[in-house]
């Protein structure tokens, strides 16, 4: 890692001014501060088409270039210098023009299980760019969810990398440190709140500033944190861990475009009543991994904000809500202040390429419904139709599957019941021995919106299993019921209500039907290995 930060540009170098302490003995008040600025953004995102040539290492072009180098040709060459600077130079430009930056460096990305993987990646390499690289080179579908975190262990805290962040700006505020580490994994929630605000921003908690000279709607809240004439505001009360001591108290805070404040007396924003304690322009804002045990807060609901030059665990501005709603509230307001418009541009960037790709990407838009009953085939416009006769050709398709299994000796029954049970074991939503915490963890770090779920075996009732389900921000745990019908089994959310043959089938009715769930399976948690 020593190696890597010689070789590293240094970071922004601003300096705060000299600002108030948290909790000091000394009274401040924002009266002396000069007027709020916006908070300057990063680098402006790569053009598209260095987007879709960032996903090779650097290993590639080695070996190009080696490979040009053992060509011989049968006569010999009285320009040799020529053609080898013509053939470098058109590797270099034709077949990967992103590998044009001289350094390189070798990084580690970690994912759930904690193995990890090497890969070389140039100097400018982007978070973005780092999560296209895996999803290309293990073949996973690309949902846009794929983000790559920082995780400092030592500190207990953990962020998203934005992804147009650079990954070794990230690395380089490390240190010395070998604990920190890069992960891999999905995260549902990071730009949840541009299609639904009003489950992130709860009204109590917003609020416009006298500088915006009205009212405003609250559906039109993303529009005004992006819009720099505009200046929303978030407040509410938060425990806060006092500077040089262990205890948490609450205070009422606010949030604003030039920092977080908070008043030393009641609820009053008046200027000499609010205490600064960061703004973001060299802050982070991290999540605490376990609030309790490592920093005694009295939820686990806790995150805070860090300087890119501090990394001792004194220098954290450590803060608490009481609920997941607050927090959310709280860490989406300081990522949308620090970054504005950048991270609209980072969530409409690869609906962007889809469009302009000439290729046809491999979703459920692509697929066409198609009726071959008949002596013509035709396409089935009509969507409700084309459900139905889905979800008909996958109840054939099973029934016809057990026939086949059940026709070859032993008793149907036995033989139907344990291929039914062995289906769901390759599913990338069941997660097998998964106990209730790290099912909930698991969840929670793949993102608290509606829909996200998986199944497991059920610890207290070996025959059973559970679905796990994230609704409202919380995650409900329903367990499936074995129901024996006749010597035939079957499976059940609703004490037998509703049957189905296997989990598959199961999973499949839920995402297209709520039944007594509170609301459709939409996403699930999946493991992957590096």
Known sequence: MGDMNNTLDDIHTGRLGKKAEIFQSTKGNVSGFPNPALIPLRAPLLPPNAQKTRTALCKGNRGITEGEESLASPVPNPFPELIHSTVSSLVSECLLPWTKSSATQVIKV?????TSRAVEVPNDITARDIC????????YIDDHCWTLFEHLSHLGIERTIEDHESVMEVLSSWGMDTTSRLYFRKNYAKYEFFKKPLDFFPEHMVSISSEAN??????????????????PEIHGHLHAKEHGRKSWKKFYFVLRRSGLYFSNKGTSKEPRHLQFIAEFSDSDVYTLLSAK????????????????????????????ADDEQTRTCWV?????????????????????????????????NSLVAMDFSGQKTRVIENPSEALSVAVEEGLSWRRKSCHRLSSHGSPSTSQSSMSNMALHLAQPWFHSKLSRDESMRLITQ????????????????PKTFVLSLCHTLKVKHFQILPVDDEGELFYSLDDGHTRFTDLIQLVEFYQLNRGVLPCKLKHHCARVTL
């Open 293 to 320: 045990k490592t920093h005694g807060a009295p939820t686990e609901y806790g995150f805070c904000v860090k300087s890119t030059k501090c990394s001792s665990a004194r220098d954290l501005k450590l803060l608490c």
């Open 446 to 461: 793949q993102g608290l919106i509606d829909g996200v779920f998986l199944l497991r075996d059920s610890q207290s009732n």
């Open 332 to 364: 989406t307001a300081m990522r949308l202040f620090k970054y504005g418009m950048q991270l609209y541009q980072n969530f409409i960037q690869p609906h962007q390429k889809q469009k302009a790709s000439p290729m046809r990407s491999i979703s459920e």
């Open 110 to 114: 970690y994912n759930e299980d904690n």
């Open 132 to 139: 296209q690289l895996f999803v290309l080179k293990c073949h």
């Open 214 to 231: 009205g009212m405003m709607k609250h559906s039109e809240l993303i529009q005004t944190f992006l819009n720099c004439s505009a200046c």
